[in-house]
């Protein structure tokens, strides 16, 4: 089976602008949760998607969200990028989410000049 | 609340010294618990899970843990660690509440 997979890898942005990560989970996963990452905080959980609807939310403003299409792929989009929001976003996909192992994607690097 | 903590931010150790990475876990029904791996710059790899039955499950790449309810512990072992074994390790719990909660990871680093 293909891993997660996640694009783009590493992305570019400056303050204000938008941008949009992509995921796609192992095939029959329909769960995909979605993690920043950085030195000082960590493994922070952004939400988590489960057959299209958000499941799951973590404490992130307004301008963090995401999506899930009817073949479980999964995007994130932030908005109005600040410098805060350089960090490594992971994807992890589950078979049902939950109590279930993730299986996780490489990451995107976004850095926000 | 479900929780999960990670008592040593960082570990160095000897190449060939034993290992042992402290997880405690805070939760009210018997946890699923994981531990991962993360190589600089890569995702985080699952090196073993504990759901139920024995109490010391093995995982990939020599390492084991042992799951104690009475210590709410899920502690990460390996007899000789190598080089290679330097890394950022994460414990985790999953819930019935379809959340999974990381620990803030420790870091290893392997001294020749």
């Known amino acids: 089976k293909a891993g997660v997979t996640q694009t783009p890898r590493y992305l570019i942005k400056t303050r204000g602008q938008q941008v949009t990560l992509s995921c796609s989970p192992i095939?029959?996963?329909?769960?995909v949760s979605w993690y920043q990452q950085t030195p000082g905080q960590g493994l922070q959980f952004l939400f988590e998607?489960?057959?299209?609807?958000?499941?799951n939310k973590g404490n992130f403003p307004g301008r963090f969200s995401g999506r899930q299409f009817s073949n479980s792929r999964s995007e994130m989009n932030v908005s109005t990028l600040e410098l805060g929001d350089s960090a490594l976003y992971l994807c992890a996909s589950s078979f049902s989410g939950g109590r279930y192992e993730q299986f996780f994607g490489p990451g995107t690097r976004l850095t926000v000049l | 609340a479900q929780s999960v903590t990670q008592p040593d931010i960082h570990i160095t150790v000897s190449e060939g010294a034993s290992l042992e990475l402290r997880c405690n876990y805070s939760?009210?029904?018997?946890?699923?618990l994981f531990w991962y791996v993360q190589s600089p710059g890569q995702g985080l790899q699952l090196l073993l899970k504990y759901f139920s039955g024995d109490t010391l499950v093995q995982g990939i790449k020599g390492f084991e843990a042992e799951f104690k309810r009475s210590q709410s512990s899920f502690n990460l072992r390996k007899p000789s660690v190598h080089w290679s074994d330097a890394a950022e390790y994460f414990c985790?719990?999953?819930?019935?509440?379809?959340?999974?909660?990381f620990g803030t990871g420790t870091s290893l680093t392997v001294i020749p």
């Open positions: 095939s029959g996963h329909r769960s």
């Open positions: 998607y489960f057959s299209e609807t958000q499941r």
């Open positions: 985790a719990v999953g819930s019935t509440g379809n959340q999974f909660y």
């Open positions: 939760y009210g029904a018997t946890p699923y």
